[in-house]
Protein backbone atom coordinates (compact mmCIF):
# COMPACT_ATOMS: atom_id res chain seq x y z
CA UNK A 1 0.00 0.00 0.00
CA UNK A 2 1.09 3.53 -0.43
CA UNK A 3 1.85 6.30 1.89
CA UNK A 4 -1.49 7.68 0.35
CA UNK A 5 -3.51 4.74 0.80
CA UNK A 6 -2.18 4.14 4.43
CA UNK A 7 -3.09 8.03 5.48
CA UNK A 8 -6.56 7.60 4.35
CA UNK A 9 -7.63 4.39 6.48
CA UNK A 10 -5.63 6.27 9.27
CA UNK A 11 -8.04 9.20 8.39
CA UNK A 12 -11.13 6.93 8.08
CA UNK A 13 -10.39 5.11 11.24
CA UNK A 14 -10.06 8.47 13.28
CA UNK A 15 -12.75 10.33 11.46
CA UNK A 16 -10.68 13.08 11.39
CA UNK A 17 -10.84 15.55 8.39
CA UNK A 18 -7.76 17.21 5.84
CA UNK A 19 -8.76 20.29 7.50
CA UNK A 20 -8.58 18.60 10.89
CA UNK A 21 -4.93 18.03 10.25
CA UNK A 22 -3.85 20.68 8.27
CA UNK A 23 -4.10 22.61 11.92
CA UNK A 24 -2.59 19.67 13.41
CA UNK A 25 0.23 19.87 11.62
CA UNK A 26 0.48 23.64 10.56
CA UNK A 27 0.14 22.95 7.21
CA UNK A 28 -3.04 23.90 4.60
CA UNK A 29 -5.56 21.78 3.70
CA UNK A 30 -4.62 21.68 0.05
CA UNK A 31 -1.34 20.39 1.03
CA UNK A 32 -2.90 17.36 3.09
CA UNK A 33 -5.46 16.61 0.78
CA UNK A 34 -2.55 16.31 -1.48
CA UNK A 35 -0.74 13.93 1.19
CA UNK A 36 -4.31 11.99 0.58
CA UNK A 37 -5.05 11.34 -3.17
CA UNK A 38 -1.08 10.94 -3.44
CA UNK A 39 -0.09 14.14 -5.65
CA UNK A 40 2.41 14.60 -2.24
CA UNK A 41 4.33 12.76 -0.36
CA UNK A 42 4.90 14.01 3.42
CA UNK A 43 8.70 13.87 4.61
CA UNK A 44 9.45 11.86 7.91
CA UNK A 45 9.03 14.68 10.08
CA UNK A 46 5.54 15.54 8.89
CA UNK A 47 4.73 11.74 9.10
CA UNK A 48 5.47 12.19 12.79
CA UNK A 49 3.36 14.97 13.57
CA UNK A 50 0.39 13.38 11.18
CA UNK A 51 0.69 10.00 13.25
CA UNK A 52 0.59 11.83 16.32
CA UNK A 53 -2.96 13.27 15.22
CA UNK A 54 -3.88 9.51 14.65
CA UNK A 55 -4.09 7.73 17.52
CA UNK A 56 -3.36 3.84 17.14
CA UNK A 57 -0.63 4.81 14.21
CA UNK A 58 2.99 5.37 14.40
CA UNK A 59 4.80 7.14 11.14
CA UNK A 60 5.80 3.98 10.23
CA UNK A 61 2.42 1.92 9.69
CA UNK A 62 1.95 5.60 7.72
CA UNK A 63 4.90 4.94 5.24
CA UNK A 64 4.71 1.29 5.47
CA UNK A 65 1.57 -0.33 5.77
CA UNK A 66 0.48 -1.25 8.63
CA UNK A 67 -0.05 -5.77 8.49
CA UNK A 68 -4.55 -6.86 8.85
CA UNK A 69 -4.54 -9.94 11.24
CA UNK A 70 -7.51 -12.23 10.25
CA UNK A 71 -8.41 -14.74 12.51
CA UNK A 72 -5.88 -12.90 15.15
CA UNK A 73 -2.80 -14.17 12.19
CA UNK A 74 -1.24 -11.89 9.80
CA UNK A 75 -0.97 -13.49 6.45
CA UNK A 76 1.91 -14.72 4.06
CA UNK A 77 0.62 -12.58 1.20
CA UNK A 78 0.39 -9.50 3.58
CA UNK A 79 4.03 -9.99 4.64
CA UNK A 80 5.09 -9.77 1.26
CA UNK A 81 2.89 -7.01 0.27
CA UNK A 82 4.57 -4.87 2.76
CA UNK A 83 8.02 -6.44 2.31
CA UNK A 84 8.55 -6.80 -1.33
CA UNK A 85 9.43 -10.10 -0.55
CA UNK A 86 7.20 -12.62 -2.25
CA UNK A 87 5.73 -15.43 -0.64
CA UNK A 88 7.60 -18.68 -1.93
CA UNK A 89 10.90 -16.71 -0.57
CA UNK A 90 9.38 -15.75 2.76
CA UNK A 91 8.02 -19.36 3.22
CA UNK A 92 11.09 -21.05 2.31
CA UNK A 93 13.65 -18.34 4.26
CA UNK A 94 11.00 -19.01 7.18
CA UNK A 95 11.76 -22.59 7.21
CA UNK A 96 15.46 -21.71 7.08
CA UNK A 97 15.65 -19.68 9.69
CA UNK A 98 16.61 -16.45 7.96
CA UNK A 99 14.27 -14.06 8.14
CA UNK A 100 13.86 -12.03 11.58
CA UNK A 101 9.88 -11.41 11.90
CA UNK A 102 8.47 -14.86 11.48
CA UNK A 103 8.66 -18.79 12.29
CA UNK A 104 7.39 -21.67 10.15
CA UNK A 105 6.05 -24.54 12.38
CA UNK A 106 5.97 -28.05 10.80
CA UNK A 107 2.89 -29.53 11.73
CA UNK A 108 2.81 -32.86 13.30
CA UNK A 109 2.58 -35.84 11.50
CA UNK A 110 2.32 -33.78 7.86
CA UNK A 111 4.82 -32.21 5.62
CA UNK A 112 2.83 -29.19 6.07
CA UNK A 113 4.23 -25.27 7.30
CA UNK A 114 2.23 -23.26 9.67
CA UNK A 115 3.85 -19.63 9.68
CA UNK A 116 3.40 -17.05 12.07
CA UNK A 117 4.38 -13.32 11.58
CA UNK A 118 5.45 -10.60 14.10
CA UNK A 119 3.87 -7.75 12.77
CA UNK A 120 5.98 -5.20 14.68
CA UNK A 121 9.04 -7.26 13.53
CA UNK A 122 7.89 -6.99 9.28
CA UNK A 123 7.34 -3.19 10.06
CA UNK A 124 11.37 -2.77 11.90
CA UNK A 125 12.76 -5.46 8.99
CA UNK A 126 11.78 -3.12 6.25
CA UNK A 127 12.37 0.54 7.96
CA UNK A 128 16.13 -1.19 8.63
CA UNK A 129 16.12 -2.77 5.32
CA UNK A 130 15.18 0.90 3.90
CA UNK A 131 17.19 3.08 6.13
CA UNK A 132 20.29 1.09 5.03
CA UNK A 133 19.81 1.26 1.18
CA UNK A 134 19.58 5.27 2.05
CA UNK A 135 22.59 5.04 3.75
CA UNK A 136 24.40 3.50 0.68
CA UNK A 137 22.70 5.61 -1.84
CA UNK A 138 24.48 8.63 0.34
CA UNK A 139 27.44 7.10 0.59
CA UNK A 140 27.63 6.33 -2.94
CA UNK A 141 26.66 9.71 -3.64
CA UNK A 142 29.28 11.61 -1.57
CA UNK A 143 31.83 8.97 -3.06
CA UNK A 144 30.47 9.81 -7.09
CA UNK A 145 31.23 13.29 -6.15
CA UNK A 146 34.92 12.55 -4.61
CA UNK A 147 35.90 11.07 -7.64
CA UNK A 148 34.67 13.72 -9.85
Known amino acids: MSIASNLRRAVDENGV ?10 A ?15 NDTVLTRLAACLPGWSPEDIKYGRATRRNGKVTTDEVSRITGIDPLSLRVGLQRGIWPFGTAYKRPGSTHYTYEYDPEAV ?7 DAMREAEHEEGRVLQGAGG
Open 123 to 129: IRYVAAR
Open 28 to 42: EPSTVRRYLNGTSRP
Open 17 to 26: SAAFLAREIG
